[in-house]
């Protein structure tokens, strides 16, 4: 990508300031690491006390009006039926033949307008997507290059944010969220729906505010441990916790019962787009994704081929060396009869064949 | 961290300390480490493994990426430092330190740069 498409949250002076390494990252210049600490020890910080993510590249889209909840249900495969105002729910958004288009959060505010959440390299997708395929009286628009989000996360994150903020600003519920509340003098959303395993919260905030929330927070946390961290320790905490990464674990080629996410997938609603290529592909899938753990010397990656009796049945999906755990894990893509916890398999590292084994996901779990 | 005037360096950031004529251990440079970060895994030759100059020998991976290094000379691995292999972060606390490979029957180096040349072309990386 040319150098000059490139976005910059509103954060980037910060992260320069913070020694942030700064690399492209679906379109915008974000820091994989800071300087000071480096991967593994941001890792550990959110573990352990509290790291701070900037996460304003996300997409945001609203759903507006009094079909939007009809057009929610009719996009996505998970039912959004029976919501509370001020709650949250997970879906993988499919496309005709089953594949998944992007997976995404929806907070609702109210009966007629709703908040979707998107991958930020799918953002233009998405949107293109919801807008071919709305139906009655609902309004699809992107808001994305308006809002900032910051991802506090961490077992002291609330105590943290709660520096700044009342006690029942904070959603009380994972997968919940609150509006317009007032942060260090910004008017934000907060919301309970992390990507690293840990308890945490994230702070919606008009765009240009986010660098005032980010500053305040960084001094009430100054105590706690809390510190700034990149792409690196988002990618290495969501891998450990198990979380799965569009264009990784699922794509618009791998169905959400393929990508272990069968859960978010309700056939008993009315149609949705995806459902009868879905319905007739049947279940368990054929093909579905295994959680590695490497019992050989070596470190798996994306893309590696899986082996099992000699017969290639698969391909990685993602793969690191897992900091908390201290042990590298991957996570395939794998057809086989013998996949259940304990099944032996090999990976083949640039040419070394490597043994794993099947265990189950995730690979961490707080307060295990 | 300087760069200790009594070593050798290469441009793809490996350090040489040349035992005698022909016998030389080989490490990743503090340049090169901090640039990869924290390391969690090393890979190493076998002894007796023949190895040639420019080429890759072992490779070393972080959290984020695998990278090759490369030998900057031509030989024969006479020895292994198998601490690494349980703990390569020790590359990253000293590099210096921290040698990957015992080289013995040197016929060929790569063009080395001295201690006050490779300050000059990290500079010039930079």
């Known amino acids: 990508m040319a150098e000059e498409t490139l976005k910059r949250t509103s954060l980037y002076d910060t992260h320069v300031k913070y020694g942030g390494k700064i690399v492209p990252f679906a379109g915008w210049e974000l820091p994989v690491e800071y300087s000071g600490s480096g991967v593994i020890a941001e890792h550990m910080a959110v573990r352990t006390k509290a790291g701070m993510f900037d996460v304003s590249h996300m997409g945001e889209i609203l759903c507006k009006g009094p079909d939007a909840l009809k057009n929610l249900n009719m996009l996505l495969t998970n039912d959004y039926n029976g919501m509370h105002d001020g709650q949250a729910r997970y879906s993988p958004m499919c496309n005709e033949k089953g594949g998944v288009v992007d997976d995404l959060i ?18 233009d997708k998405d949107f293109a997507w919801v807008k071919a395929h709305q139906s009655g009286d609902v309004e699809f628009e992107d808001i994305s290059d308006t809002i900032g989000q910051i991802a506090l996360q961490g077992p002291l994150a609330k105590k943290i944010l709660l520096k700044l903020v009342k006690a029942d600003a904070i959603p009380e519920a994972y997968y919940a969220c609150k509006f317009d509340q007032d942060v260090a003098g910004v008017k934000c959303m907060i919301s309970t729906t992390g990507y690293t395993g840990e308890d945490g919260v994230e702070i919606y905030t008009p765009m240009e505010d986010a660098p005032k929330v980010y500053e305040a927070l960084m001094a009430a946390g100054k ?146 | 961290m300087s760069n200790p005037k009594d070593l050798l360096y290469s441009e793809s950031h490996e350090w040489v300390k040349m035992l005698d004529d022909t016998t030389a251990l080989v490490g990743l440079t503090d340049y090169a480490q901090s640039e990869l970060g924290g390391l969690v895994f090393v890979n190493l030759p076998e002894v007796g493994d023949e190895i040639t100059a420019g080429e890759t020998f072992a490779d070393v991976e972080s959290v984020k990426a695998v990278s090759d290094v490369y ?46 040349a490779y300050d000059e072309f990290i500079k010039g990386l930079e």
């Open chain 1, 106 to 123: 929806v907070y609702k505010k109210d009966d007629q307008n709703y908040l979707m959440v998107v991958n930020a390299a799918n953002k």
């Open chain 2, 71 to 116: 030998s900057p000379v031509t030989g024969v691995v006479a020895e292994i430092n198998e601490e690494l292999l349980d703990a390569p972060e020790k590359i990253n606390e000293a590099p210096y330190d921290a040698w990957f490979v015992k080289v013995s029957d040197i016929s060929a180096k790569e063009e080395l740069l001295d201690a006050d």
């Open chain 1, 223 to 368: 105590d706690e441990g809390l510190i700034p961290c990149g792409l690196g320790a988002r990618d290495t905490l969501r891998l450990e916790a198990g979380m799965p990464l569009y264009g990784h674990e699922m794509d618009d080629t791998v169905t959400p019962r393929e990508a272990g996410l069968g859960i978010f997938v309700k056939m008993d609603k009315d149609d949705f787009i995806g459902k009868a290529a879905i319905e007739a592909m049947g279940k368990p899938p054929k093909r579905r994704k295994a959680g590695l753990k490497v019992t050989g010397r070596g470190i798996v990656r994306e893309h590696q081929d899986v082996y099992q009796d000699g017969k290639k049945i698969g391909v990685t999906t993602s793969g690191t060396h897992c900091p908390f755990l201290g042990h590298p894990y991957a996570v395939a893509l794998i057809e086989s009869d013998d996949r259940d916890p304990g099944a032996k398999v090999e990976v083949d590292v640039r040419g070394r064949r490597v043994e794993a084994e099947i265990v189950k996901m995730p690979f961490y779990k707080r307060g295990e």
